[in-house]
């Protein structure tokens, strides 16, 4: 592991700012453990691999919800499209019941809680957890993977939710 030298990183601020630049698609994560359905919304999610079919994703280390997930035999990645920014929003407060009206979802294979009206559900085995700086990545083994759409991405840029509009 490299070790960051005093002086040679940026601070958190600079650095949040920067990659608010970075436009990144938007993927609600869910399980269930002890038939308790829980979720969060990650905007880190990424392909890792096709032979084994692996994706990954990162959650906070202080996430309140992550330690309910990470005993789940199964997890999903909901990919979300762009209409659905009040559900990632959802997924991404503290407080509120997630999974209650007017969320809408079902139980899928494994009893991995699948949000409706997505467009892919990914159903994956955990793969691989790292801590990394304050964060854990999340490595899954696709199991199951379920198209629904070609419908527009939902994007995260500059602090907000947004769409794709594609060039003419």
């Known amino acids: ?46 392909s890792v691999s096709l032979e084994p079919p692996l994706v990954s994703f990162y959650v906070d280390q202080a996430s309140t919800t ?48 699948l949000l409706s009206d997505v467009s892919v559900h990914l159903v994956c085995l955990p793969y691989a957890t790292v801590d990394v700086g304050d964060h854990v990545l999340v490595v899954g083994l696709v199991s199951e993977a379920a198209v629904h759409g070609s419908g527009r991405p939902l994007l995260y840029h500059q602090g907000r939710f947004g769409r794709f509009i594609p060039h003419s």
């Not at 040679?8 to 938007?26: K, P, T, W």
């Not at 990645?77 to 762009?82: Q, R």
């Open 1 to 46: 592991m490299t070790e960051t030298l005093p002086g040679r990183a940026v601070d958190g601020e600079q650095f949040r700012r920067a990659l608010a630049a970075h436009a990144a698609g938007v993927v609600v994560i869910t399980a269930q453990t002890g038939g308790i359905p829980a979720g969060l919304t990650a905007t880190s999610f990424s």
């Open 66 to 113: 992550w330690p309910r997930m990470r005993s789940a035999d199964h997890f999903a990645v909901n990919v979300l499209t762009s209409d659905q920014g009040e559900l990632a929003a959802r997924f991404a407060r503290k407080g509120v019941d997630r999974f209650a009206e007017p969320t809408r979802w079902r139980p899928g294979p494994h009893a991995t809680p």
